[in-house]
């Protein structure tokens, strides 16, 4: 698997950085200018392979997966429910807010780290769960762990994987889990005994996913899960072989069958049996009490997922999680849901020592901090790096995040900060919409 090269200019440097790099000799006393700019596309070459070239921001993995990638599987990746108002809201919201910077200040001491539940992280964001990750990229589950482990970033394992929480876990002993659980307490135990025994020391409670959202865009694509082999998904899928055969059939050749393996304690279903559906019952019976439930069993962080309620915040804390991460599922769930962003202020007034972790729609540095300035500890995103791995593998996804993180970074630096903690109101104003 093709991975990066050791940076040109110091731990974490990119392309750009080395850029930079060459600039400056080429401008400094005594150094030649050309020779200055040779050294710096020598470096630049070493750092960014050349098929990432044209991946500038996050927003490119999606427009280069779209080609890769069936349009099915695309869609099941970027699509959301029904008109999808949540998902334009939820990426709308951040354009509401201008930054105030401050300016004339020393901001050479910059440092993108941020504490979360007593670990020390990279940066402020990491990745969210991604079901079915595996089907989309090459041992999705895996590429995405060792990324995350490589550039000291967590990694929320979904329930809807398709590789056991085990190998994760020994790719990635970082990584939390993310359950999909029913009402029933003893299936319950059942996972978090399994997902306790393996290692993990943090568990997501998704709330939002009592029934699954109304995904349109699925049936006009043709997906379907599980999937059936239709004219249009096989002519889908033979018109993009650099996936049917280094995902799909690679994927069955050396691993067989996907199945999904976490949903329960058990081993779940194959992906595309027309027997056999992923096990769904009783999603709709899961309450407080089960939470409760939860956190006399689970030692670890307990983390719940989806919720934009303010009320419900507060219940989780009662309920004894150590946090929540506010979310629209991406949009995939209730349309025309609210933004996660429009909440937050008035839940990050009341946090206390609850931890107040957003996703849904983060796309920029300044996003990022953004939702820092409102009162967030830590960020979420899925898609870009989805798509990253599709294209690239841990390698693509480490791109994905030093292009964020170097944003990030950059963003502080204008802004005029040194330390992510120094964000507050202050910097934000709300803006009018613009059409």
């Known amino acids: 698997m093709a991975t990066f090269d050791q940076p040109a200019s110091g731990p974490g440097a990119t392309a750009r950085d080395s850029a930079t790099v060459g600039r400056a000799d080429a401008e400094a006393p005594g150094i030649a200018g050309p020779q200055a700019l040779v050294t710096s596309l020598k470096r630049s070459d070493a750092v960014t392979p050349y098929r990432f070239r044209d991946l500038l921001a996050l927003d490119d993995f999606e427009r280069h997966a779209r080609r890769l990638l069936p349009h099915m599987i695309f869609q099941y990746v970027a699509g959301g429910a029904e008109t999808g108002a949540a998902l334009a809201h939820s990426r709308g919201a951040y354009a509401d807010y201008a930054l105030v910077p401050r300016l004339m200040r020393d901001t050479s001491g910059r440092d993108t780290a941020t504490e979360l539940f007593g670990q020390t992280y990279a940066a402020p964001f990491g990745v969210g769960p991604l079901g079915g990750a595996a089907f989309i990229a090459y041992r999705g589950d895996i590429v995405l762990a060792e990324a995350a482990r490589r550039m000291n970033l967590p990694m929320i394992l979904s329930a809807s994987s398709l590789i056991k929480l085990e190998d994760v876990y020994a790719q990635n002993p970082q990584a939390w889990f993310q359950g999909y659980l029913p009402g029933d307490q003893t299936r319950i135990d059942r996972l978090l005994d399994r997902v306790a025994a393996t290692g993990y020391r943090t568990f997501v409670v998704t709330a939002d996913t009592p029934t699954l959202g109304n995904r349109e865009h699925n049936t006009r694509s043709g997906f379907s899960m599980p999937i059936k082999v239709t004219p249009k998904v096989a002519w889908q899928s033979a018109t993009h072989p650099r996936w049917l055969l280094g995902t799909v059939a690679r994927t069955f050749l050396k691993h067989g069958p996907p199945h999904f393996e976490n949903t329960e304690a058990e081993r779940g279903p194959p992906m595309m049996s027309q027997g056999a559906v992923r096990n769904t019952i009783a999603r709709d019976q899961l309450s407080w009490k089960n939470l409760e439930a939860i956190r006399k069993r689970w030692s670890g962080n307990l983390v719940v997922k989806g919720l934009l309620a303010p009320e419900d915040v ?101 802004i005029g900060i040194n330390r992510l903690s120094e964000l507050n109101p202050d910097f934000l104003r709300r803006v009018p919409r613009r059409s």
């Open 314 to 414: 507060e219940i989780a804390r009662g309920c004894g999680a150590d946090g929540v991460i506010l979310s629209t599922h991406g949009g995939r769930q209730l349309d025309h849901a609210i933004a996660p962003l429009d909440v937050l202020p008035e839940i990050a007034a009341k946090k206390g020592s609850l931890k107040i972790i957003v996703d849904s729609g983060i796309r920029r540095g300044t996003d990022v901090m953004k939702a820092l300035a409102l009162g967030a500890d830590f960020v979420l995103l899925g898609r870009p790096f989805m798509f990253g791995a599709a294209l690239g593998g841990a390698a693509g996804v480490e791109h994905a995040m030093r292009i964020l993180k170097e944003e990030l970074n950059r963003d502080m630096a204008l």
